[in-house]
């Protein structure tokens, strides 16, 4: 069967209300009455006020600064030189109209799943067999991570592909995170989200679609695989859940190592207890701080540039990439591609909900690096600056259904954000045997 262009948007009384700006909060659940308008699909827009900015510019320019660290390399997190340089450009340079425009240029959607509301981009390729294809974000990631790879997999004709490298894109945004509501009660971990993700797939009529996501998308997706949601054909992951279990444990609690280990898994492993730090002292401090006690970080709601400084010191080596970028280097992320994406946590408040997450996977005791049990198809994409380069040895194992796996000449983890090319070929490649002509009704 075909693909059908047919676009259809039911009318209820929340899709009537103003939603051109963003909505304060949008915690808990919503007040839309009945079933049918619970399933809505609403459009939505951005529009940040002119007095909000303004005040994002005043907030900055009266920065109380720190003295500057007493090392030469990033030991004690983010160079005081990096962070000023962001501030002065970010208050005197930076235009987020522009990005604010770009989101807009793209159909963004809301609609109510389980008491919450989600946010979404939804871009449909006007080749009629695309495969849909959910993409999922992390932290410190948004939809603006994630935005430039719409035109190359929608549009493949001209990016180098052909129509059968078409994708029907859909990016949502996470709970607690950019447009989507902020949970205002407990249990919105990965695999409830995973839950979420699959529901939204089947609210937009799509009945074949594969998924792919890095950071807490990659652990996200592989809840997905573990659930089998209908219509999920495989997913696509650039952090693969592959270390044996209790290894990643050992290696970030520096207890010892198994002894059987090849050179691959070795070097994994001691990539994975480096990521935190140049010298490896910190081993993702973020994480166990958010982790733990994510509402002590009330400042981010309050400080830009203090938000900003914990958003980019996620590991060493994108810390590096964004400080070169400050400092006049050209290569994968801009200076304007960092605070697009820090400009979007800032106007959406989102500093402290986007932290939860981690809160709910310690409690729940859930693995960020292991096996989950996947057993669809899996495509790997390894990355060399990733936190980990996955052994093909470990994701053979993980993923039983491994059906590519494929190392890259450049890109971190942030793969999608600072490698798009790269990004658009794996997922082609990825998914290429699983293509079908696929059947769905849009509702959006």
């Given at each position: 069967?075909?693909?059908?262009?047919?676009?259809?948007?039911?009318?209820?009384?929340?899709?009537?209300?103003?939603?051109?700006?963003?909505?304060?909060?949008?915690?808990?659940?919503?007040?839309?009455?009945?079933?049918?308008?619970?399933?809505?699909?609403r459009?939505?827009?951005?529009?940040?006020s002119?007095?909000?900015?303004?005040?994002?510019?005043?907030?900055?320019?009266?920065?109380?600064?720190?003295?500057?660290?007493?090392?030469?390399?990033?030991?004690?997190?983010?160079?005081?030189?990096t962070?000023?340089?962001?501030a002065?450009?970010?208050?005197a340079?930076?235009?987020?109209?522009?990005?604010?425009?770009?989101?807009?240029?793209?159909?963004n959607?809301?609609?109510?799943?389980?008491?919450?509301?989600?946010?979404?981009?939804?871009?449909r390729?006007?080749?009629?067999?695309?495969?849909?294809?959910?993409?999922?974000?992390?932290?410190?990631?948004?939809?603006?991570?994630?935005?430039?790879?719409?035109?190359?997999?929608?549009?493949?004709?001209?990016?180098?592909?052909?129509?059968?490298?078409?994708?029907?894109?859909?990016?949502?945004?996470?709970?607690?995170?950019?447009?989507?509501?902020?949970?205002?009660?407990?249990g919105?971990?990965?695999?409830?989200?995973?839950?979420?993700?699959?529901?939204?797939?089947?609210?937009?009529?799509?009945?074949?679609?594969?998924?792919?996501?890095?950071?807490?998308?990659?652990?996200?997706?592989?809840?997905?695989?573990?659930?089998?949601?209908?219509?999920?054909?495989?997913?696509?992951t650039?952090?693969?859940?592959?270390?044996?279990?209790?290894?990643?444990?050992?290696?970030?609690?520096?207890?010892?190592?198994?002894?059987?280990l090849?050179?691959?898994?070795?070097?994994?492993?001691?990539?994975?207890?480096?990521?935190?730090?140049?010298?490896?002292?910190?081993?993702?401090?973020?994480?166990?701080?958010?982790?733990?006690?994510?509402?002590t970080?009330?400042?981010?709601?309050?400080?830009?540039?203090?938000?900003?400084?914990f958003?980019?010191?996620?590991?060493?080596?994108?810390?590096?990439?964004?400080?070169?970028?400050?400092?006049?280097?050209?290569?994968?992320?801009?200076?304007?591609d960092?605070?697009?994406?820090?400009?979007?946590?800032?106007?959406?408040?989102?500093?402290?909900?986007?932290?939860?997450?981690?809160?709910?996977?310690?409690?729940?005791?859930?693995?960020?690096?292991?096996?989950?049990?996947?057993?669809?198809?899996?495509?790997?994409?390894?990355?060399?600056?990733?936190?980990?380069?996955a052994p093909?040895?470990?994701?053979?194992?993980?993923?039983?259904?491994?059906?590519?796996?494929n190392?890259?000449?450049?890109?971190?983890?942030?793969?999608?954000?600072?490698?798009?090319?790269?990004?658009?070929?794996?997922?082609?490649?990825a998914?290429?045997?699983?293509?079908?002509?696929?059947?769905?009704?849009?509702?959006?």
């Amino acid at each position: 069967m075909k693909t059908t262009g047919q676009i259809t948007r039911t009318p209820s009384a929340a899709s009537r209300r103003n939603l051109t700006t963003i909505p304060p909060g949008a915690g808990g659940r919503s007040s839309i009455a009945t079933e049918e308008d619970a399933e809505a699909i609403r459009p939505f827009r951005v529009n940040v006020s002119d007095e909000e900015l303004t005040d994002l510019k005043r907030r900055i320019k009266a920065t109380r600064w720190p003295e500057k660290e007493t090392v030469a390399d990033q030991s004690q997190g983010v160079p005081l030189e990096t962070i000023q340089e962001l501030a002065r450009y970010w208050a005197a340079d930076y235009d987020w109209r522009k990005t604010e425009s770009r989101i807009n240029s793209y159909p963004n959607f809301i609609t109510e799943i389980d008491g919450l509301d989600f946010h979404f981009i939804h871009v449909r390729s006007k080749h009629e067999n695309a495969l849909p294809i959910l993409v999922a974000h992390g932290w410190p990631g948004s939809i603006v991570e994630q935005m430039k790879l719409i035109e190359p997999l929608t549009n493949p004709t001209a990016f180098g592909g052909s129509e059968a490298d078409a994708f029907h894109i859909v990016i949502p945004s996470m709970p607690g995170y950019g447009y989507s509501g902020k949970p205002t009660v407990t249990g919105w971990g990965p695999e409830r989200v995973a839950r979420a993700y699959g529901e939204l797939m089947t609210r937009l009529g799509y009945t074949k679609y594969v998924a792919q996501g890095g950071d807490w998308g990659a652990i996200i997706v592989d809840f997905m695989g573990v659930q089998e949601p209908k219509g999920l054909l495989g997913i696509h992951t650039n952090m693969p859940g592959v270390f044996p279990r209790g290894v990643d444990a050992a290696v970030l609690f520096g207890h010892p190592l198994p002894s059987d280990l090849s050179a691959e898994e070795k070097k994994a492993c001691e990539q994975l207890a480096h990521s935190g730090s140049e010298g490896g002292e910190n081993k993702f401090f973020y994480a166990f701080f958010m982790g733990t006690r994510p509402q002590t970080l009330t400042g981010l709601a309050d400080s830009p540039v203090g938000l900003a400084a914990f958003m980019i010191d996620h590991d060493w080596k994108s810390l590096a990439l964004i400080s070169r970028s400050f400092a006049g280097v050209k290569e994968g992320l801009t200076r304007d591609d960092v605070l697009d994406n820090i400009s979007h946590f800032w106007f959406t408040n989102s500093g402290v909900s986007a932290s939860r997450i981690y809160w709910e996977v310690v409690r729940s005791g859930i693995s960020f690096f292991d096996v989950k049990g996947v057993k669809l198809p899996v495509a790997v994409s390894v990355f060399p600056h990733e936190l980990y380069e996955a052994p093909r040895s470990w994701a053979e194992k993980a993923y039983p259904n491994l059906l590519h796996y494929n190392k890259l000449p450049h890109g971190g983890h942030f793969a999608a954000w600072e490698q798009p090319a790269f990004m658009t070929a794996e997922l082609r490649a990825a998914f290429k045997s699983l293509r079908s002509p696929v059947s769905a009704t849009c509702r959006c």
